[in-house]
C-alpha cells in the first residue's frame, strides 16, 4: 500500500499503520463479480434451485460457485442460463440476516436504486427469499485491500458515492436505517449471542454523536470498503447493499479515509469533491471513530455466532481478533 506519511516517522511506525488499514479494509466479506473457481457446474440444494428456477421464469441454468470469500452471509454463485444469460446470486442465510439486522426488502430497494443508476449492477430480482440476483459485470474483480490508496481510482470512488448521494430514497417497506441504528441492532445481537458488549465509555460517546448527528434522507452504502468496489477495467461498481440505508453521507467518507489512510489535507479535498465543505472536517474524524465501532460491533457479532470465513486462498479470519483490534483503536 502506498500511504503518505510524514517523513519524520519510523520505517517501524509506518509498517504498524500500513498493517492496521490493510487489516481493517480487508475484512471477509463476499463481493457479488469474482472470477468462477472452476468450469465445474457447482450443485444447489433442491429448494433453492427450485427458487432460482422460479426466479428465471423456469429457463434452464448451470450454476458454478465463485472464488473468494465464502461466510456467514455471503455465498455467491455464476448463473448461466441456456440462453446464455449470465447473472450472480448471493445466497444468504436467515441466521445471517436475522443476527446481522439485514432486511432483504431493504437491502434490494437500494440495490436497484443504485442499479438504475449505474452505480452498482443491476438487479433482477430481491426479495425475502434470501436471494439477490444482479447482472454479472464481465471480468470484473474487488478493489484489493489497498485499492483507495491510488488518489486516481480513488476520486472515481468518491465520484460514484456523491453520485449515490445525491439520490432520492428510494419508497420501501418501512424507514431506511442510520448507521446507529444498524450499530444497534448489532450490538443487540452480539449481546444475544453471549459476547461482552462494548466499553460504557464508548457506548456513551457513540451516544452523543448520534445526538448530534442531523437528520438525513439520503441513500448511504455505510459498508464501503474497497472488496465491495468492483473495477472491470474500465470503470468501477458499489455492490453489497446489505448494511445500506440513510445518512448524510459522511459516514461513507470516513470508510474510505480510514482504509486509504489519508492525511487531514487529504480528507478535506475528498469533502470538497464529494459535494462538501471542508469545515465538515471534524465530523468526518468523528465518522471515522464510528467506523471502527461498527466494525467492532459486527466483529463481535460473528465471532459469538461462531462465524467463519475463508478467502480464495483458503486462509481463515478471526473476527474476535477483528473486534479486539477495532476497540483498542476506539481509545486513539
Given at each position: 500500500?502506498?500511504?503518505?506519511?510524514?517523513?519524520?516517522?519510523?520505517?517501524?511506525?509506518?509498517?504498524?499503520?500500513?498493517?492496521?488499514?490493510?487489516?481493517?479494509?480487508?475484512?471477509?466479506?463476499?463481493?457479488?463479480?469474482?472470477?468462477?473457481?472452476?468450469?465445474?457446474?457447482?450443485?444447489?440444494?433442491?429448494?433453492?434451485?427450485?427458487?432460482?428456477?422460479?426466479?428465471?421464469?423456469?429457463?434452464?441454468?448451470?450454476?458454478?460457485?465463485?472464488?473468494?470469500?465464502?461466510?456467514?452471509?455471503?455465498?455467491?454463485?455464476?448463473?448461466?442460463?441456456?440462453?446464455?444469460?449470465?447473472?450472480?446470486?448471493?445466497?444468504?442465510?436467515?441466521?445471517?440476516?436475522?443476527?446481522?439486522?439485514?432486511?432483504?426488502?431493504?437491502?434490494?430497494?437500494?440495490?436497484?436504486l443504485a442499479g438504475?443508476?449505474?452505480?452498482?449492477?443491476?438487479?433482477?430480482?430481491?426479495?425475502?427469499?434470501?436471494?439477490?440476483?444482479?447482472?454479472?459485470?464481465?471480468?470484473?474483480?474487488?478493489?484489493?485491500?489497498?485499492?483507495?490508496?491510488?488518489?486516481?481510482?480513488?476520486?472515481?470512488?468518491?465520484?460514484?458515492?456523491?453520485?449515490?448521494?445525491?439520490?432520492?430514497?428510494?419508497?420501501?417497506?418501512?424507514?431506511?436505517?442510520?448507521?446507529?441504528?444498524?450499530?444497534?441492532?448489532?450490538?443487540?445481537?452480539?449481546?444475544?449471542?453471549?459476547?461482552?458488549?462494548?466499553?460504557?465509555?464508548?457506548?456513551?460517546?457513540?451516544?452523543?454523536?448520534?445526538?448530534?448527528?442531523?437528520?438525513?434522507?439520503?441513500?448511504?452504502?455505510?459498508?464501503?470498503?474497497?472488496?465491495?468496489?468492483?473495477?472491470?477495467?474500465?470503470?468501477?461498481?458499489?455492490?453489497?447493499?446489505?448494511?445500506?440505508?440513510?445518512?448524510?453521507?459522511?459516514?461513507?467518507?470516513?470508510?474510505?479515509?480510514?482504509?486509504?489512510?489519508?492525511?487531514?489535507?487529504?480528507?478535506?479535498?475528498?469533502?470538497?469533491?464529494?459535494?462538501?465543505?471542508?469545515?465538515?472536517?471534524?465530523?468526518?474524524?468523528?465518522?471515522?471513530?464510528?467506523?471502527?465501532?461498527f466494525e467492532a460491533?459486527?466483529?463481535?457479532?460473528?465471532?459469538?455466532?461462531?462465524?467463519?470465513?475463508?478467502?480464495?486462498?483458503?486462509?481463515?479470519?478471526?473476527?474476535?481478533?477483528?473486534?479486539?483490534?477495532?476497540?483498542?483503536?476506539?481509545?486513539?
Amino acid at each position: 500500500m502506498i500511504i503518505a506519511f510524514s517523513s519524520c516517522l519510523t520505517r517501524h511506525l509506518s509498517a504498524v499503520i500500513v498493517k492496521y488499514v490493510v487489516t481493517l479494509s480487508s475484512r471477509l466479506r463476499m463481493t457479488i463479480g469474482n472470477l468462477p473457481e472452476s468450469d465445474a457446474p457447482a450443485p444447489l440444494d433442491d429448494d433453492v434451485r427450485a427458487r432460482m428456477s422460479k426466479v428465471l421464469g423456469h429457463r434452464q441454468f448451470d450454476c458454478f460457485r465463485v472464488g473468494g470469500v465464502q461466510s456467514l452471509n455471503n455465498d455467491v454463485r455464476l448463473l448461466v442460463t441456456a440462453d446464455g444469460q449470465r447473472l450472480a446470486v448471493r445466497l444468504a442465510s436467515a441466521r445471517g440476516r436475522n443476527h446481522l439486522g439485514v432486511d432483504p426488502l431493504e437491502e434490494g430497494a437500494i440495490a436497484s436504486l443504485a442499479g438504475v443508476a449505474g452505480i452498482g449492477p443491476r438487479v433482477v430480482h430481491a426479495g425475502t427469499d434470501g436471494l439477490l440476483v444482479t447482472e454479472w459485470i464481465n471480468g470484473a474483480r474487488p478493489l484489493a485491500a489497498d485499492g483507495f490508496a491510488d488518489a486516481l481510482r480513488r476520486r472515481a470512488v468518491i465520484d460514484l458515492v456523491r453520485r449515490l448521494h445525491e439520490l432520492d430514497l428510494p419508497s420501501g417497506p418501512g424507514p431506511a436505517r442510520s448507521i446507529f441504528e444498524r450499530i444497534a441492532a448489532l450490538e443487540a445481537s452480539a449481546l444475544a449471542a453471549g459476547r461482552a458488549g462494548m466499553p460504557e465509555r464508548h457506548r456513551q460517546k457513540l451516544t452523543r454523536l448520534k445526538a448530534s448527528a442531523q437528520s438525513s434522507q439520503r441513500p448511504t452504502h455505510h459498508d464501503l470498503w474497497p472488496n465491495n468496489v468492483l473495477d472491470d477495467g474500465e470503470r468501477l461498481w458499489l455492490v453489497d447493499w446489505e448494511f445500506s440505508g440513510c445518512g448524510d453521507g459522511v459516514y461513507d467518507l470516513a470508510c474510505i479515509a480510514v482504509s486509504a489512510g489519508l492525511d487531514p489535507d487529504e480528507e478535506r479535498a475528498m469533502l470538497v469533491q464529494a459535494g462538501r465543505p471542508s469545515g465538515d472536517h471534524d465530523w468526518l474524524s468523528a465518522m471515522k471513530w464510528v467506523a471502527r465501532y461498527f466494525e467492532a460491533s459486527w466483529g463481535l457479532v460473528m465471532a459469538g455466532l461462531g462465524a467463519s470465513a475463508t478467502d480464495g486462498t483458503g486462509q481463515a479470519f478471526d473476527y474476535g481478533a477483528h473486534a479486539a483490534r477495532m476497540i483498542a483503536r476506539l481509545d486513539d
